[in-house]
């Protein structure tokens, strides 16, 4: 009777955890930093809180349930308190510690379900998630003919996290279909995510899926069986893998200059913080005065026209080694050795499976940022905790400290709920507030305040929301305090604004230009700019400024920026008159 109460909870657990897994792939692409907070966007807390309630209760429920702690458990429970605690402490905390908790729950409950149940959670879900995919881009391609106007993105809302996500489901979707009367659907399954991933236009997606591939057809007898000429084979493959890196560096060169760019301001600048890093979630800012440090200096560089404000370093490795400094580099280099040395008790062909999938995640992040995608990196977890739960070597925990756990961790629970509950029910608020008058608006958004206080685009839009209801001065206090903790040009921009408003050109001189060095190819802090020169009366500075705006080329061709461009050449006109 006990054992069929258990495998009915770990039915439970898998369950929730699938839903989990479906809502944050749906609901929540982004590991912060969002820029539209939905209703529901809380909604995979409260799943994540269910299904730790659940492990909890199993756990003392059952008292001969044996817990083995391995050395990768410990690797990735340091890496995730650097996470949390390392750095500064800002009131951006709040939302990195929130999701961390929930990779936290996740990696418990992957480990406590039975091995079995174990593997069949991560493939189960990898057909569900590559499913949801396929249907979401066909859905939209057939939008794209009457439309024009719908990416090829998924539910991720970017095209390369789609090729990423793709890469870490495909291993598991081949092990599924590897039988012989499967062998018709593999075929199909490769090409039609190959096809996926080719769309997605993500040349770093491209080499680690042909990788894979390689790999498979390598690593396993049943395979090299189909190869006459396995060194021919491999030259080729090699062959065609250089191939295609050489022809994409000639493929959107400016993102591959962006990328360069970006990461030699990095290299330059992050030697200060190497010790202990700037803080996780701290880049953008951080990066933020970088740049603009170093157009200061290079107000002519070729970098000027390519440059915009990053949310990320588009190389994981190295932003972790700036966030987290030398220590948290050096847990994550563990855990990737800890990996891929690893012994487990799986069949040989299931465990290379688990490696490669985290293989090809590893290989894209050296140009992306697969492990701010929240369902990516939930799901490199789960694939890790089904990993650890295979290891041979680990040591027995005794149930007495296990279950005192649990038992701290159900007293913790309604105290998250109701965390929770505050800032969902915020949210909803919020939402309805953009849609009212500015002024009714404007009480209700200070009473939000100080719930919302860790949330930048709040911030933002109530320091926005100061400012059209000409509270200059209230405006300035909030977008400061939001400039702390937020990468976003419209900051200083809107800074600059309430400064002029309150007659102090100094200030507001001084944020424009700061906003101008931030992205030198924006032409709005030029206008704003020459505005302001000549509102001063500054001509010699008007004039240069009017010339740098009519010699600015456009990234992008819309009608505020030739309007621009207009303005400041009817301006030099009118002074040669």
């Given at each position: 009777m006990r054992e069929c109460y258990k495998v009915t909870f770990d039915f439970l657990i898998m369950l929730?955890?699938?839903?989990?897994?479906?809502?944050?792939?749906?609901?929540?692409?982004?590991?912060?930093?969002?820029?539209?907070?939905?209703?529901?966007?809380?909604?995979?807390?409260?799943?994540?809180?269910?299904?730790?309630?659940?492990?909890?209760?199993?756990?003392?429920?059952?008292?001969?349930?044996?817990?083995?702690?391995?050395?990768?458990?410990?690797?990735l429970s340091i890496l995730m308190l650097l996470i949390i605690f390392a750095g500064k402490r800002t009131v951006f905390f709040s939302e990195i510690l929130c999701n961390f908790l929930v990779v936290c729950i996740i990696y418990l409950a992957v480990r406590t379900i039975s091995l079995q149940n174990n593997i069949k959670l991560i493939f189960?879900?990898?057909?569900?998630?590559?499913?949801?995919?396929?249907?979401?881009?066909?859905?939209?391609?057939?939008?794209?003919?009457?439309?024009?106007?719908?990416?090829?993105?998924?539910?991720?809302?970017?095209?390369?996290?789609?090729?990423?996500?793709?890469?870490?489901?495909?291993?598991?979707?081949?092990?599924?279909?590897?039988?012989?009367?499967?062998?018709?659907?593999?075929?199909?399954?490769?090409?039609?995510?190959?096809?996926l991933i080719i769309l997605t236009n993500s040349r770093a997606a491209i080499i680690a899926y042909l990788g894979t591939i390689h790999l498979?057809?390598?690593?396993?007898?049943?395979?090299?069986?189909l190869l006459k000429m396995r060194k021919t084979f491999f030259t080729l493959i090699s062959a065609l893998i250089i191939l295609i890196v050489v022809c994409f560096s000639f493929f959107k060169i400016d993102s591959i200059n962006g990328r360069f760019f970006i990461w030699d301001v990095c290299l330059k600048n992050y030697k200060s913080f190497i010790v202990n890093g700037i803080g996780y979630g701290e880049f953008p800012v951080q990066y933020r005065r970088w740049q603009g440090d170093y157009f200061k200096s290079n107000d002519n560089s070729y970098f000027s026209y390519l440059a915009d404000l990053p949310k990320n370093a588009f190389n994981e490795p190295l932003q972790i080694l700036i966030e987290l400094g030398t220590s948290g580099f050096i847990i994550f280099i563990s855990i990737i050795i800890a990996v891929f040395r690893a012994s487990t008790n799986f069949p040989v062909f299931l465990e290379t499976t688990l490696k490669i999938s985290l293989l090809n995640v590893l290989l894209f992040s050296f140009f992306s940022y697969p492990f701010h995608s929240f369902p990516i990196l939930i799901y490199s977890v789960s694939v890790l905790g089904c990993l650890a739960s295979g290891l041979k070597n680990n040591y027995i925990m005794t149930n007495y400290t296990v279950r005192f756990s649990y038992v701290i961790?159900?007293?913790?629970?309604?105290?998250?709920?109701?965390?929770?509950?505050?800032?969902?029910?915020?949210?909803?608020?919020?939402?309805?507030?953009?849609?009212?008058q500015p002024k009714f608006a404007l009480i209700k958004y200070k009473e939000l305040l100080s719930v919302l206080d860790y949330n930048s685009q709040f911030l933002l839009d109530y320091g926005k929301l100061l400012h059209r209801n000409s509270l200059y001065q209230e405006?300035?206090?909030?977008?400061?305090?939001?400039?702390k903790i937020y990468s976003n040009i419209e900051i200083p921009i809107f800074i600059a604004s309430n400064y002029q408003y309150l007659n102090d050109?100094?200030?507001?001189?001084?944020?424009?230009?700061?906003?101008?060095?931030?992205?030198?190819?924006?032409?709005?802090?030029?206008?704003?700019?020459?505005k302001l020169f000549i509102e001063?009366?500054?001509?010699?500075?008007?004039?240069?400024?009017?010339?740098?705006?009519?010699?600015?080329?456009l990234k992008v061709n819309s009608d505020s920026a030739f309007k621009m461009q207009l303005f400041a050449e009817n301006y030099l006109l009118h002074l040669k008159h």
């Open positions: 929730t955890l699938g839903i989990l897994f479906i809502q944050i792939l749906l609901c929540n692409p982004y590991l912060y930093y969002y820029q539209d907070y939905k209703d529901n966007h809380y909604t995979f807390v409260y799943l994540a809180i269910l299904t730790l309630t659940l492990v909890c209760i199993k756990g003392l429920f059952f008292k001969n349930i044996i817990y083995k702690l391995t050395f990768l458990d410990l690797l189960f879900t990898s057909v569900i998630f590559a499913a949801i995919q396929i249907i979401l881009i066909c859905y939209r391609m057939y939008d794209l003919r009457f439309y024009n106007t719908t990416i090829l993105a998924g539910s991720l809302g970017n095209t390369g996290l789609l090729a990423g996500l793709l890469l870490i489901v495909s291993p598991l979707l081949f092990y599924i279909t590897n039988k012989k009367k499967h062998r018709f659907i593999l075929v199909t399954l490769t090409l039609l995510i190959f096809l498979i057809l390598l690593t396993f007898k049943r395979y090299r069986r961790m159900l007293l913790i629970i309604p105290a998250m709920t109701y965390f929770i509950y505050q800032r969902s029910t915020s949210i909803a608020t919020w939402n309805l507030l953009k849609k009212q405006s300035t206090d909030i977008l400061l305090k939001t400039e050109y100094v200030m507001a001189e001084k944020y424009l230009i700061s906003a101008n060095q931030y992205i030198p190819s924006k032409l709005l802090p030029k206008y704003m700019l020459l001063t009366r500054d001509t010699l500075n008007a004039i240069n400024m009017a010339k740098h705006i009519s010699e600015t080329p």
